[in-house]
């Protein structure tokens, strides 16, 4: 006795049946992908401005380690 599974796979190995069902699919991708499209470049965008934003605190930190280190160092020589 078949289970669900060996029957699907079974099915599939129909060339008209996999034809088919992409034929049906195909109408289903184009609309998930229209929908989908403004929050694929919003993610974009926020995902550029987040490096943005880590480089700048990266940039800021760099700073402020530089000038602590150089009011160590001529606290050290007096």
């Not at 996999?18 to 403004?38: F, H, S, T």
């Not at 760099?62 to 000038?67: A, D």
């Amino acid at each position: 006795m078949k289970n669900i599974r060996e029957s699907c796979i079974e099915l599939f190995k129909n060339e008209d049946i996999k034809r088919d069902v992409k034929a049906m699919l195909k109408p289903l991708g184009a609309m998930l992908y229209n929908e989908m499209y403004i929050y694929m470049w919003v993610l974009c965008f926020y995902h550029v401005f987040f490096i943005f934003i880590v480089l700048a605190n990266f940039f800021l930190l760099w700073q402020i380690l530089r000038q602590h280190n150089k009011q160590l160092s001529t606290m050290n020589n007096i």
